[in-house]
């Protein structure tokens, strides 16, 4: 049984330095330096070890994107707990956490948003890391949402952070206004 255990533990090690070194590679160089060759000589495993724990490189994007969702969803809830101000509004507190973390991490972004996955949001099989975020969004705007569905609430405000998003990170919005601009939306929810 030890043998067996080491094996797993070695097995999971591998796969571990294989989503590191991908989300390492795109943060660095962008996604289209990410390669099975290029991870293959990065990390001094052979293509089939990488091909052993992803069929494809979209698979790998994949893993890497479960990652990002996990750490975004503890962003928005960490700024949606940790508010010390009960005066704070929390939709503007959960919006401005994700855009910051976005701007933070856009290769991470764009593995989850951007680039072709099999993820998938509100299904039966939608993993933990997708609808842990939403939940947070969910739960912001449950608190302003009074007779409106907070569902369309986090809906709304979901689509207009990452058009927000994308727009200021393709450089057509004014930098000096993001804060503003996220300001606006939570206003705009709150009603």
């Known amino acids: 049984m030890a043998t067996t ?18 989300r390492s590679l795109a943060e660095q160089e962008g996604w289209e330096a990410v390669t099975t060759r290029r991870l293959a000589t990065e990390i001094e495993y052979s293509q089939p070890v990488i091909y052993k724990h992803f069929a494809s490189l979209d698979a790998l994007v994949e893993a890497v994107a479960l990652e990002g969702f996990a750490e975004l969803a503890a962003a928005i809830h960490h700024a949606r707990v940790d508010v010390g101000d009960a005066d704070a509004d929390p939709v503007g507190v959960v919006a ?18 951007i680039r072709a996955t099999g993820l998938h949001f509100g299904a039966e099989e939608t993993p933990p890391q997708l609808t842990d975020g939403y939940a947070e969004l969910l739960a912001a705007t449950s608190v302003i949402a009074g007779d409106r569905d907070p569902d369309v609430l986090a809906e709304v405000l979901w689509a207009a952070l990452h058009g927000l998003v994308l727009l200021d990170r393709g450089g057509r ?9 996220v300001e606006a939306v939570a206003a705009l929810l709150a009603g």
């Open 173 to 181: 919005l004014r930098a000096a206004h993001r804060r503003a601009r």
């Open 5 to 22: 255990d080491r094996r797993q533990r070695e097995r999971s090690a591998q796969r571990d330095l294989i989503v590191a070194s991908a």
């Open 96 to 113: 401005h956490a994700y855009v910051d973390w976005a701007a933070a991490n856009p290769s991470l972004y764009d593995a989850m948003f």
